[in-house]
């Protein structure tokens, strides 16, 4: 079944504890991206890859990082977790962004940072 | 500055019609698309559009103005089911997607 896979589910945590979030897609999707989700805010991207070892800034990336060693793989580190990252983060993948491919998401990590 | 407005709530029957409305401001148009998600889950896809125009897909149509910078997500014959966000997001010129904060769509029995 094509799908991407997102873990943990659910996350509480305490402020500076590293931690991190895993992302794998099995479709050989080139692009992957992170969002984040607040209530009234919509989503908004972290960190976006185009492909393998290219990774890219989107609107707010502070107090996170990415890695793309391999293509189905798109972790999202937490080096020290503070109450404001509190949220619903999504890793999405698409084929390619440049032929308008849809996003698939996965099913979410609601994450609270005490 | 990028923007995309879509209205945060709209009531509607079931079996009834609704309209949600999307307008945006972006650097470039390279596509409009719209995602249903209910509470608590994903994001799924429902429709893309980059030509002006409607586009039908069962009991939902999008449409797209390109020149007025207009959307519109027509869903039909409303189901209980249908109660859900509908997310808009235009694709910019440098392929990066901006998105609405969505609409939360209730329906009534």
């Known amino acids: 079944e094509a799908q991407v896979t997102q873990n943990p589910r659910y996350l509480i945590t305490v402020t500076g504890k590293k931690l991190t979030v895993t992302c794998s897609q099995n479709?050989?999707?080139?692009?992957m991206s992170w969002y984040r989700q607040d209530p009234g805010l919509g989503l908004r991207q972290i960190y976006y890859?185009?492909?393998?070892?290219?990774?890219d800034k989107g609107d707010v990336p502070e107090g996170y990082k990415v890695s793309r060693k391999e293509k189905r793989n798109f972790p999202l580190i937490l080096e020290s977790p503070s109450p404001n990252q509190t949220s619903l983060y999504f890793c999405?993948?698409?084929?390619?962004?440049?032929?308008?491919?849809?996003?698939?998401f996965g099913s979410g990590t609601q994450l609270s940072v005490l | 500055g990028q923007n995309i407005d879509q209205p945060t709530e709209m009531t509607a029957t079931e079996g009834a019609i609704v309209q949600i409305n999307c307008t945006y401001q972006?650097?470039?148009?390279?596509?409009l698309f719209w995602y249903q998600q209910h509470a608590g889950e994903a994001p799924t896809f429902l429709s893309y559009n980059v030509l002006d125009g409607l586009e039908e897909k069962g009991r939902f149509s999008s449409f797209l103005s390109r020149s007025k910078g207009y959307s519109y997500l027509l869903l039909k014959e409303l189901q209980m089911k249908d109660s859900a966000s509908y997310l808009c997001?235009?694709?910019?010129?440098?392929?990066?997607?901006?998105w609405g904060a969505g609409t939360k769509l209730i329906i009534k029995p």
């Open positions: 890859s185009m492909n393998v070892e290219v990774t």
């Open positions: 479709m050989n999707h080139e692009y």
């Open positions: 997001a235009v694709m910019d010129s440098n392929y990066q997607l901006i």
């Open positions: 972006t650097s470039g148009f390279n596509g």
């Open positions: 999405a993948s698409s084929l390619s962004p440049d032929r308008g491919s849809k996003l698939f």
